[in-house]
T-cell receptor
Framework: AQKITQTQPGMFVQEKEAVTLDCTYD???????LFWYKQPSSGEMIFLIY??????QNATEGRYSLNFQKARKSANLVISASQLGDSAMYFC????????????FGKGTRLSVIA | ETGVTQSPTHLIKTRGQQVTLRCSSQ?????VSWYQQALGQGPQFIFQ???????GRGNFPPRFSGLQFPNYSSELNVNALELDDSALYLC?????????????FGEGSRLTVL
């Protein structure tokens, strides 16, 4: 069964600094996708970045990059140049095989950006 | 702005009652999923509908049921509410059959069961 582990319940980062949010996963399926979502206090889940298991390069989207280490089964999110608006919950998620199988989420990490 | 809207945003029910939550997604989003997010937890998959038929279900009892309509709207119904049903209920849709299949979420319906 697929599983997502986020070991950092909370993280603090100084404004303009970079921060890494950890995510490890477990699956026996060779084909899977990894996702990161941001959830502000409003509740809406905002898609940030995606990495496919067969992608050769680490995904990047603006200030977000995904440090994908397949052998270690880790998919850490790196946020560069943190902003106060980055303060939120961050969830790592995985989908096995077909694109219509459900996403399985980790428990999340609460990021607080300090001025 | 994901184009997914949910209603109501907040509601309070008592144990044993029934509730219907509604979701409207964008045209072309032929797959809709519902998730339950308890306080301090990640979202848990309830079920998924593809072209108006349920095609996946998580570990939730039959008193959780749903519908998807041709106009890309959907409903989540919960019967015989229990205190543990208090949570944020999130609706998510998937755009067509291309791309990585990321989910587009609404802002959720926060249900409190007293």
């Amino acid at each position: 069964a697929q599983k997502i582990t986020q070991t950092q319940p909370g993280m603090f980062v100084q404004e303009k600094e970079a921060v890494t949010l950890d995510c490890t996963y477990d699956t026996s399926d060779p084909s899977y996708g990894l996702f990161w979502y941001k959830q502000p206090s409003s509740g809406e889940m905002i898609f940030l970045i995606y990495q496919g298991s067969y992608d050769q390069q680490n995904a990047t989207e603006g200030r977000y990059s995904l440090n994908f280490q397949k052998a270690r089964k880790s998919a850490n999110l790196v946020i560069s140049a943190s902003q106060l608006g980055d303060s939120a919950m961050y969830f790592c998620a995985m989908r096995e095989r077909a694109r219509n199988t459900p996403l399985v989420f980790g428990k999340g990490t609460r990021l607080s950006v300090i001025a | 702005e994901t184009g997914v809207t949910q209603s109501p945003t907040h509601l309070i029910k008592t144990r044993g009652q029934q509730v219907t939550l509604r979701c409207s997604s964008q045209s072309g989003h032929n797959t809709v999923s519902w998730y339950q997010q308890a306080l301090g937890q990640g979202p848990q998959f309830i079920f998924q509908y593809y072209r108006e038929e349920e095609n996946g279900r998580g570990n939730f009892p039959p008193r959780f049921s749903g519908l998807q309509f041709p106009n890309y709207s959907s409903e989540l119904n919960v019967n015989a509410l229990e205190l543990d049903d208090s949570a944020l209920y999130l609706c998510a849709s998937t755009l067509g059959d291309s791309g990585p299949g990321e989910l587009f979420f609404g802002e959720g319906s926060r249900l409190t069961v007293l």
